[in-house]
């Protein structure tokens, strides 16, 4: 059984930073490919980034602000967000699945988290 879960949001200020980490039990992370995803309130649920082996990919709209790294010894996942815009408030969710190719479509992620509420408030 996969279990994830995330921590690390919180209320921060336009151009502020946080650190999320996703904890994973049942399977290693560094095996299979893991994306980040972020839910606003109305919104669908959008891709931010994704990791598998020394690979990733970012949606547009963070690239050169967030960064996604991995600590297999710990087992966890990490997404560092920097120069935060009210834009990046949502329930950020972390998830894998049971290939190693990334993909930036939810529908294709296996196992998720409980998420994480991020609020940039200005």
């Known amino acids: 059984q996969v279990q994830l879960v995330e921590s690390g949001g919180g209320l921060v200020q336009v151009g502020g930073s946080v650190r999320l980490s996703c904890a994973a039990s049942g399977r290693p992370f560094s095996a299979y490919a893991m994306g980040w995803f972020r839910q606003a309130p109305g919104k669908e649920r959008e891709f931010v980034a994704g990791?598998?082996?020394?690979?990733?990919l970012y949606t547009d709209s963070v690239k050169g602000r967030f960064t996604i790294s991995r600590d297999d010894a710990k087992n966890t996942v990490y997404l560092q967000m920097n120069g935060l815009k009210p834009e990046d408030t949502a329930v950020y969710y972390c998830a894998t699945r049971t290939t190693t190719l990334l993909s930036s479509r939810a529908d294709v992620y296996h196992f998720w988290g409980q998420g994480t509420q991020v609020t940039v408030s200005s």
């Open positions: 990791m598998s082996g020394s690979r990733t």
